[in-house]
């Protein structure tokens, strides 16, 4: 099955190498970044105390006077009150889910020196969540939150300066606001500060100072950081090689949906290489890495699919996951290689 390496720059992220048995290869990993910081922001939705009619009544209509006294509050200048009629709006909390009008609240909270709401403008506007999508927009949101301390929107603003993306490109900038991230104890940042030192971008590289953050970034719980990790012994990047670890830490990112550590986890499970050999496992966790929007898991799936391997052979479905690995990853060289290499009946 195709193999893959350290990912740590793909779609923007220059860091958080995200192995794909390769090696070091960019990440695509920018939403998981964000919404770490901006979906933990949203209120949770309201109970209702009990199911009889008239208790939900007396629900929504106490929902409607709360949403009402924080329109006015918010109208009055009060910004915290912006920022909790942000987050209502945007998960639906006592009201309809309205996403245009959460960012006509950030935006207002933002104004106001709110910084989490920053972080959640630039989301919306870089996602095109009730917005148009506009990359300025986003990063300057990023950069006004970071501004105002918050320490997971100076990872972000380092993102959209390793891209271009609303910014002009800057690669060694962009290191100042990782370190900052990391140094508030951002574990995601913390992670791609690790990838920089890796590849060497932006900063010499040094593959201790890579691996140490790397396991600061997976000791803080960030599942991007483990599978890092798992990168550094699957290659023996600076260490000597040791596939049992990497393994055990694949399978920690994995059961936190980090879709190229299930795919990489699925390649030792394969070849028996540090864990147990399990074909129709291997299969599983490359079905997983598909779902979650791996390119190399589709791409593993479709080959074991057209060879049999752990699955029952099937040209159709083998070529269905090539070409979503292809939908996934335009440029993938191997997917397409396989599609015209399809084993002949």
Not at 255 to 284: H, K, S
């Amino acid at each position: 099955m195709a193999a893959r390496e350290l990912q740590a720059v793909h779609e923007g992220e220059i860091a958080v190498l995200y192995s794909r048995h390769k090696a070091l290869v960019p990440s695509s990993k920018w939403m998981r970044t964000w919404c770490r910081w901006g979906c933990g922001l949203i209120a949770t939705l309201i109970a209702v105390a009990s199911p009889a009619a008239d208790r939900v009544l007396e629900a929504v209509s106490d929902d409607e006077a709360e949403i009402t006294q924080l329109e006015q509050a918010c109208d009055s200048g009060v910004i915290g009150s912006c920022a909790e009629l942000g987050g209502r709006f945007a998960n639906g909390n006592g009201v309809t889910q309205n996403p245009a009008k959460a960012a006509t609240f950030f935006d207002k909270a933002c104004e106001g020196g709110e910084a989490d709401s920053c972080t959640l403008l630039g989301i919306a506007y870089h996602e095109g969540q009730g917005v148009v999508p506009a990359p300025e927009r986003a990063a300057s949101a990023f950069a006004r939150a970071c501004d105002l301390g918050g320490a997971g929107a100076c990872g972000n603003f380092g993102l959209a300066l390793v891209k271009g993306e609303g910014v002009a490109k800057d690669v060694e900038r962009a290191f100042g606001y990782f370190t900052l991230a990391c140094k508030a104890d951002n574990a995601a940042n913390c992670s791609s500060l690790g990838a920089a030192y890796s590849m060497g971008i932006g900063v010499r590289a040094n593959a201790r100072k890579a691996r140490r953050l790397f396991k600061k970034s997976c000791d803080g719980g960030d599942a991007g950081g483990c599978y890092n990790l798992g990168v550094v012994y699957d290659q023996g990047l600076g260490v000597s090689k040791d596939p049992k670890r990497a393994a055990a830490l694949y399978v920690g990112a994995c059961d936190e949906d980090d879709g190229a550590a299930c795919g990489n986890l699925g390649t030792l499970v394969q070849n028996g290489n540090g864990i147990a050999r399990d074909v129709e496992r291997a299969a599983e966790l490359f079905g997983k890495s598909c779902e979650l929007g791996d390119a190399d898991g589709c791409l593993n799936l479709g080959l074991a699919y057209n060879a049999g391997v752990g699955v029952g052979r099937d040209r159709d479905r083998a070529r269905s996951y090539l070409e979503r690995a292809i939908a996934i990853e335009p440029d993938k060289a191997d997917a397409r290689r396989a599609l015209n290499d399809m084993m002949p009946d």
